[in-house]
């Protein structure tokens, strides 16, 4: 049943944040190890792969926990999911991504929680307040002037696909944070999955390595992380988030996630971490924090036209 006790999200003021914040911590890993992953593996078996091997884990979820088929009506919302988050942004991050640096792609991810917001407002019928959008923005500037004064390398086509992946991403979010009041967080991500297998499964069969083509240990490890961590165990944590917090303001969270990156890799690969990424760190903290308080509009203000 949809009803268990661990879809119920009974939302206390910082629920939402917190699986958020699980979330982020958890998707934070992804763009590295896709990174890792394309040195060896080609961005189309990597996408097909990584969303087979979650399928078939959620097909064994649904069928274990016993749930009910979405209705018909869900189902245009349950598309709209997959084709943002199972197919769109890992394919095209990933093609990006052998053409961008990491590094560069943080540029692109900040922008991503602006991105959430708008389709918040789009699909979910949320309203923040004019003061959330400052903080917003801000937030993304901060990001996106930190990005850039990392790395130079730039191609044109690599900023294309990042910039077409988060437009993908923030619909998927939005759609399935709204879709997880009706059918439970963890329980979306796996339908998403499900309904993309008969064409993910298939394609990476058809698409194979070159004969003598090796792929390293390192790699396949990263292909686990993404498929079992980025495409499902984050987003049950991620969309259970967004519902009980707002898409708008628990989207916030997004900005603290290329700095996590930066510290995953300081600490797995030794590299500085700069007083200049501090400071701006703590300045997207306080973004984040402003986001929180004006994220959603007071009830009386969403009624107040007639009060």
């Known amino acids: 049943m949809v009803d268990s006790t661990l879809d119920k999200s009974a939302p206390g ?4 944040w917190l699986h958020g914040l699980l979330g982020v911590i958890i998707f934070s890993g992804s763009l590295p190890a896709t990174r890792l992953a394309v040195q060896d593996m080609d961005p189309l078996l990597l996408t097909f792969l990584r969303a087979s091997i979650a399928g078939l884990l959620a097909i064994a979820l649904l069928v274990g926990f016993r749930q009910k088929r979405p209705r018909l009506a869900q189902l ?9 988050v199972v197919l769109g942004f890992p394919l095209l991050t990933a093609l990006a991504l052998q053409r961008i640096t990491s590094a560069h792609s943080i540029v692109f991810i900040g922008l991503l929680p602006l991105m959430t917001a708008l389709f918040g407002v789009l699909r979910g019928g949320e309203r923040p307040r004019r003061a959330f959008w400052i903080f917003s923005l801000l937030g993304s500037l901060l990001v996106v002037g930190f990005a850039l004064t990392q790395s130079a390398a730039a191609s044109l086509s690599g900023d294309l696909l990042m910039l077409a992946a988060v437009i993908a991403c923030g619909l998927g979010y939005a759609e399935g944070a709204k879709l997880t009041r009706e059918l439970g967080g963890w329980q979306v991500i796996c339908w998403a999955l499900v309904i993309a297998l008969p064409l993910m499964l298939p394609a990476s069969l058809l698409v194979q390595p070159a004969a003598g083509h090796a792929i390293s240990a390192s790699s396949w490890a990263a292909l686990g992380y993404v498929s079992l961590f980025s495409m499902l165990i984050g987003f049950i944590f991620w969309y259970k988030g967004l519902a009980a917090g707002g898409i708008a303001a628990v989207g916030q969270l997004q900005l603290l996630q290329p700095f996590f990156g930066l510290g995953l890799s300081a600490a797995l690969l030794h590299e500085t971490v700069s007083p200049l990424m501090l400071a701006v760190t703590l300045g ?5 924090v402003g986001s929180r308080k004006f994220g959603r509009q007071r009830v ?4 107040g036209g007639n009060n």
């Open 76 to 84: 245009v919302s349950l598309i709209i999911v997959s084709s943002g």
């Open 284 to 288: 997207v903290v306080l973004c984040v």
């Open 13 to 16: 003021p910082w629920s939402g």
């Open 300 to 303: 009386g203000e969403e009624n």
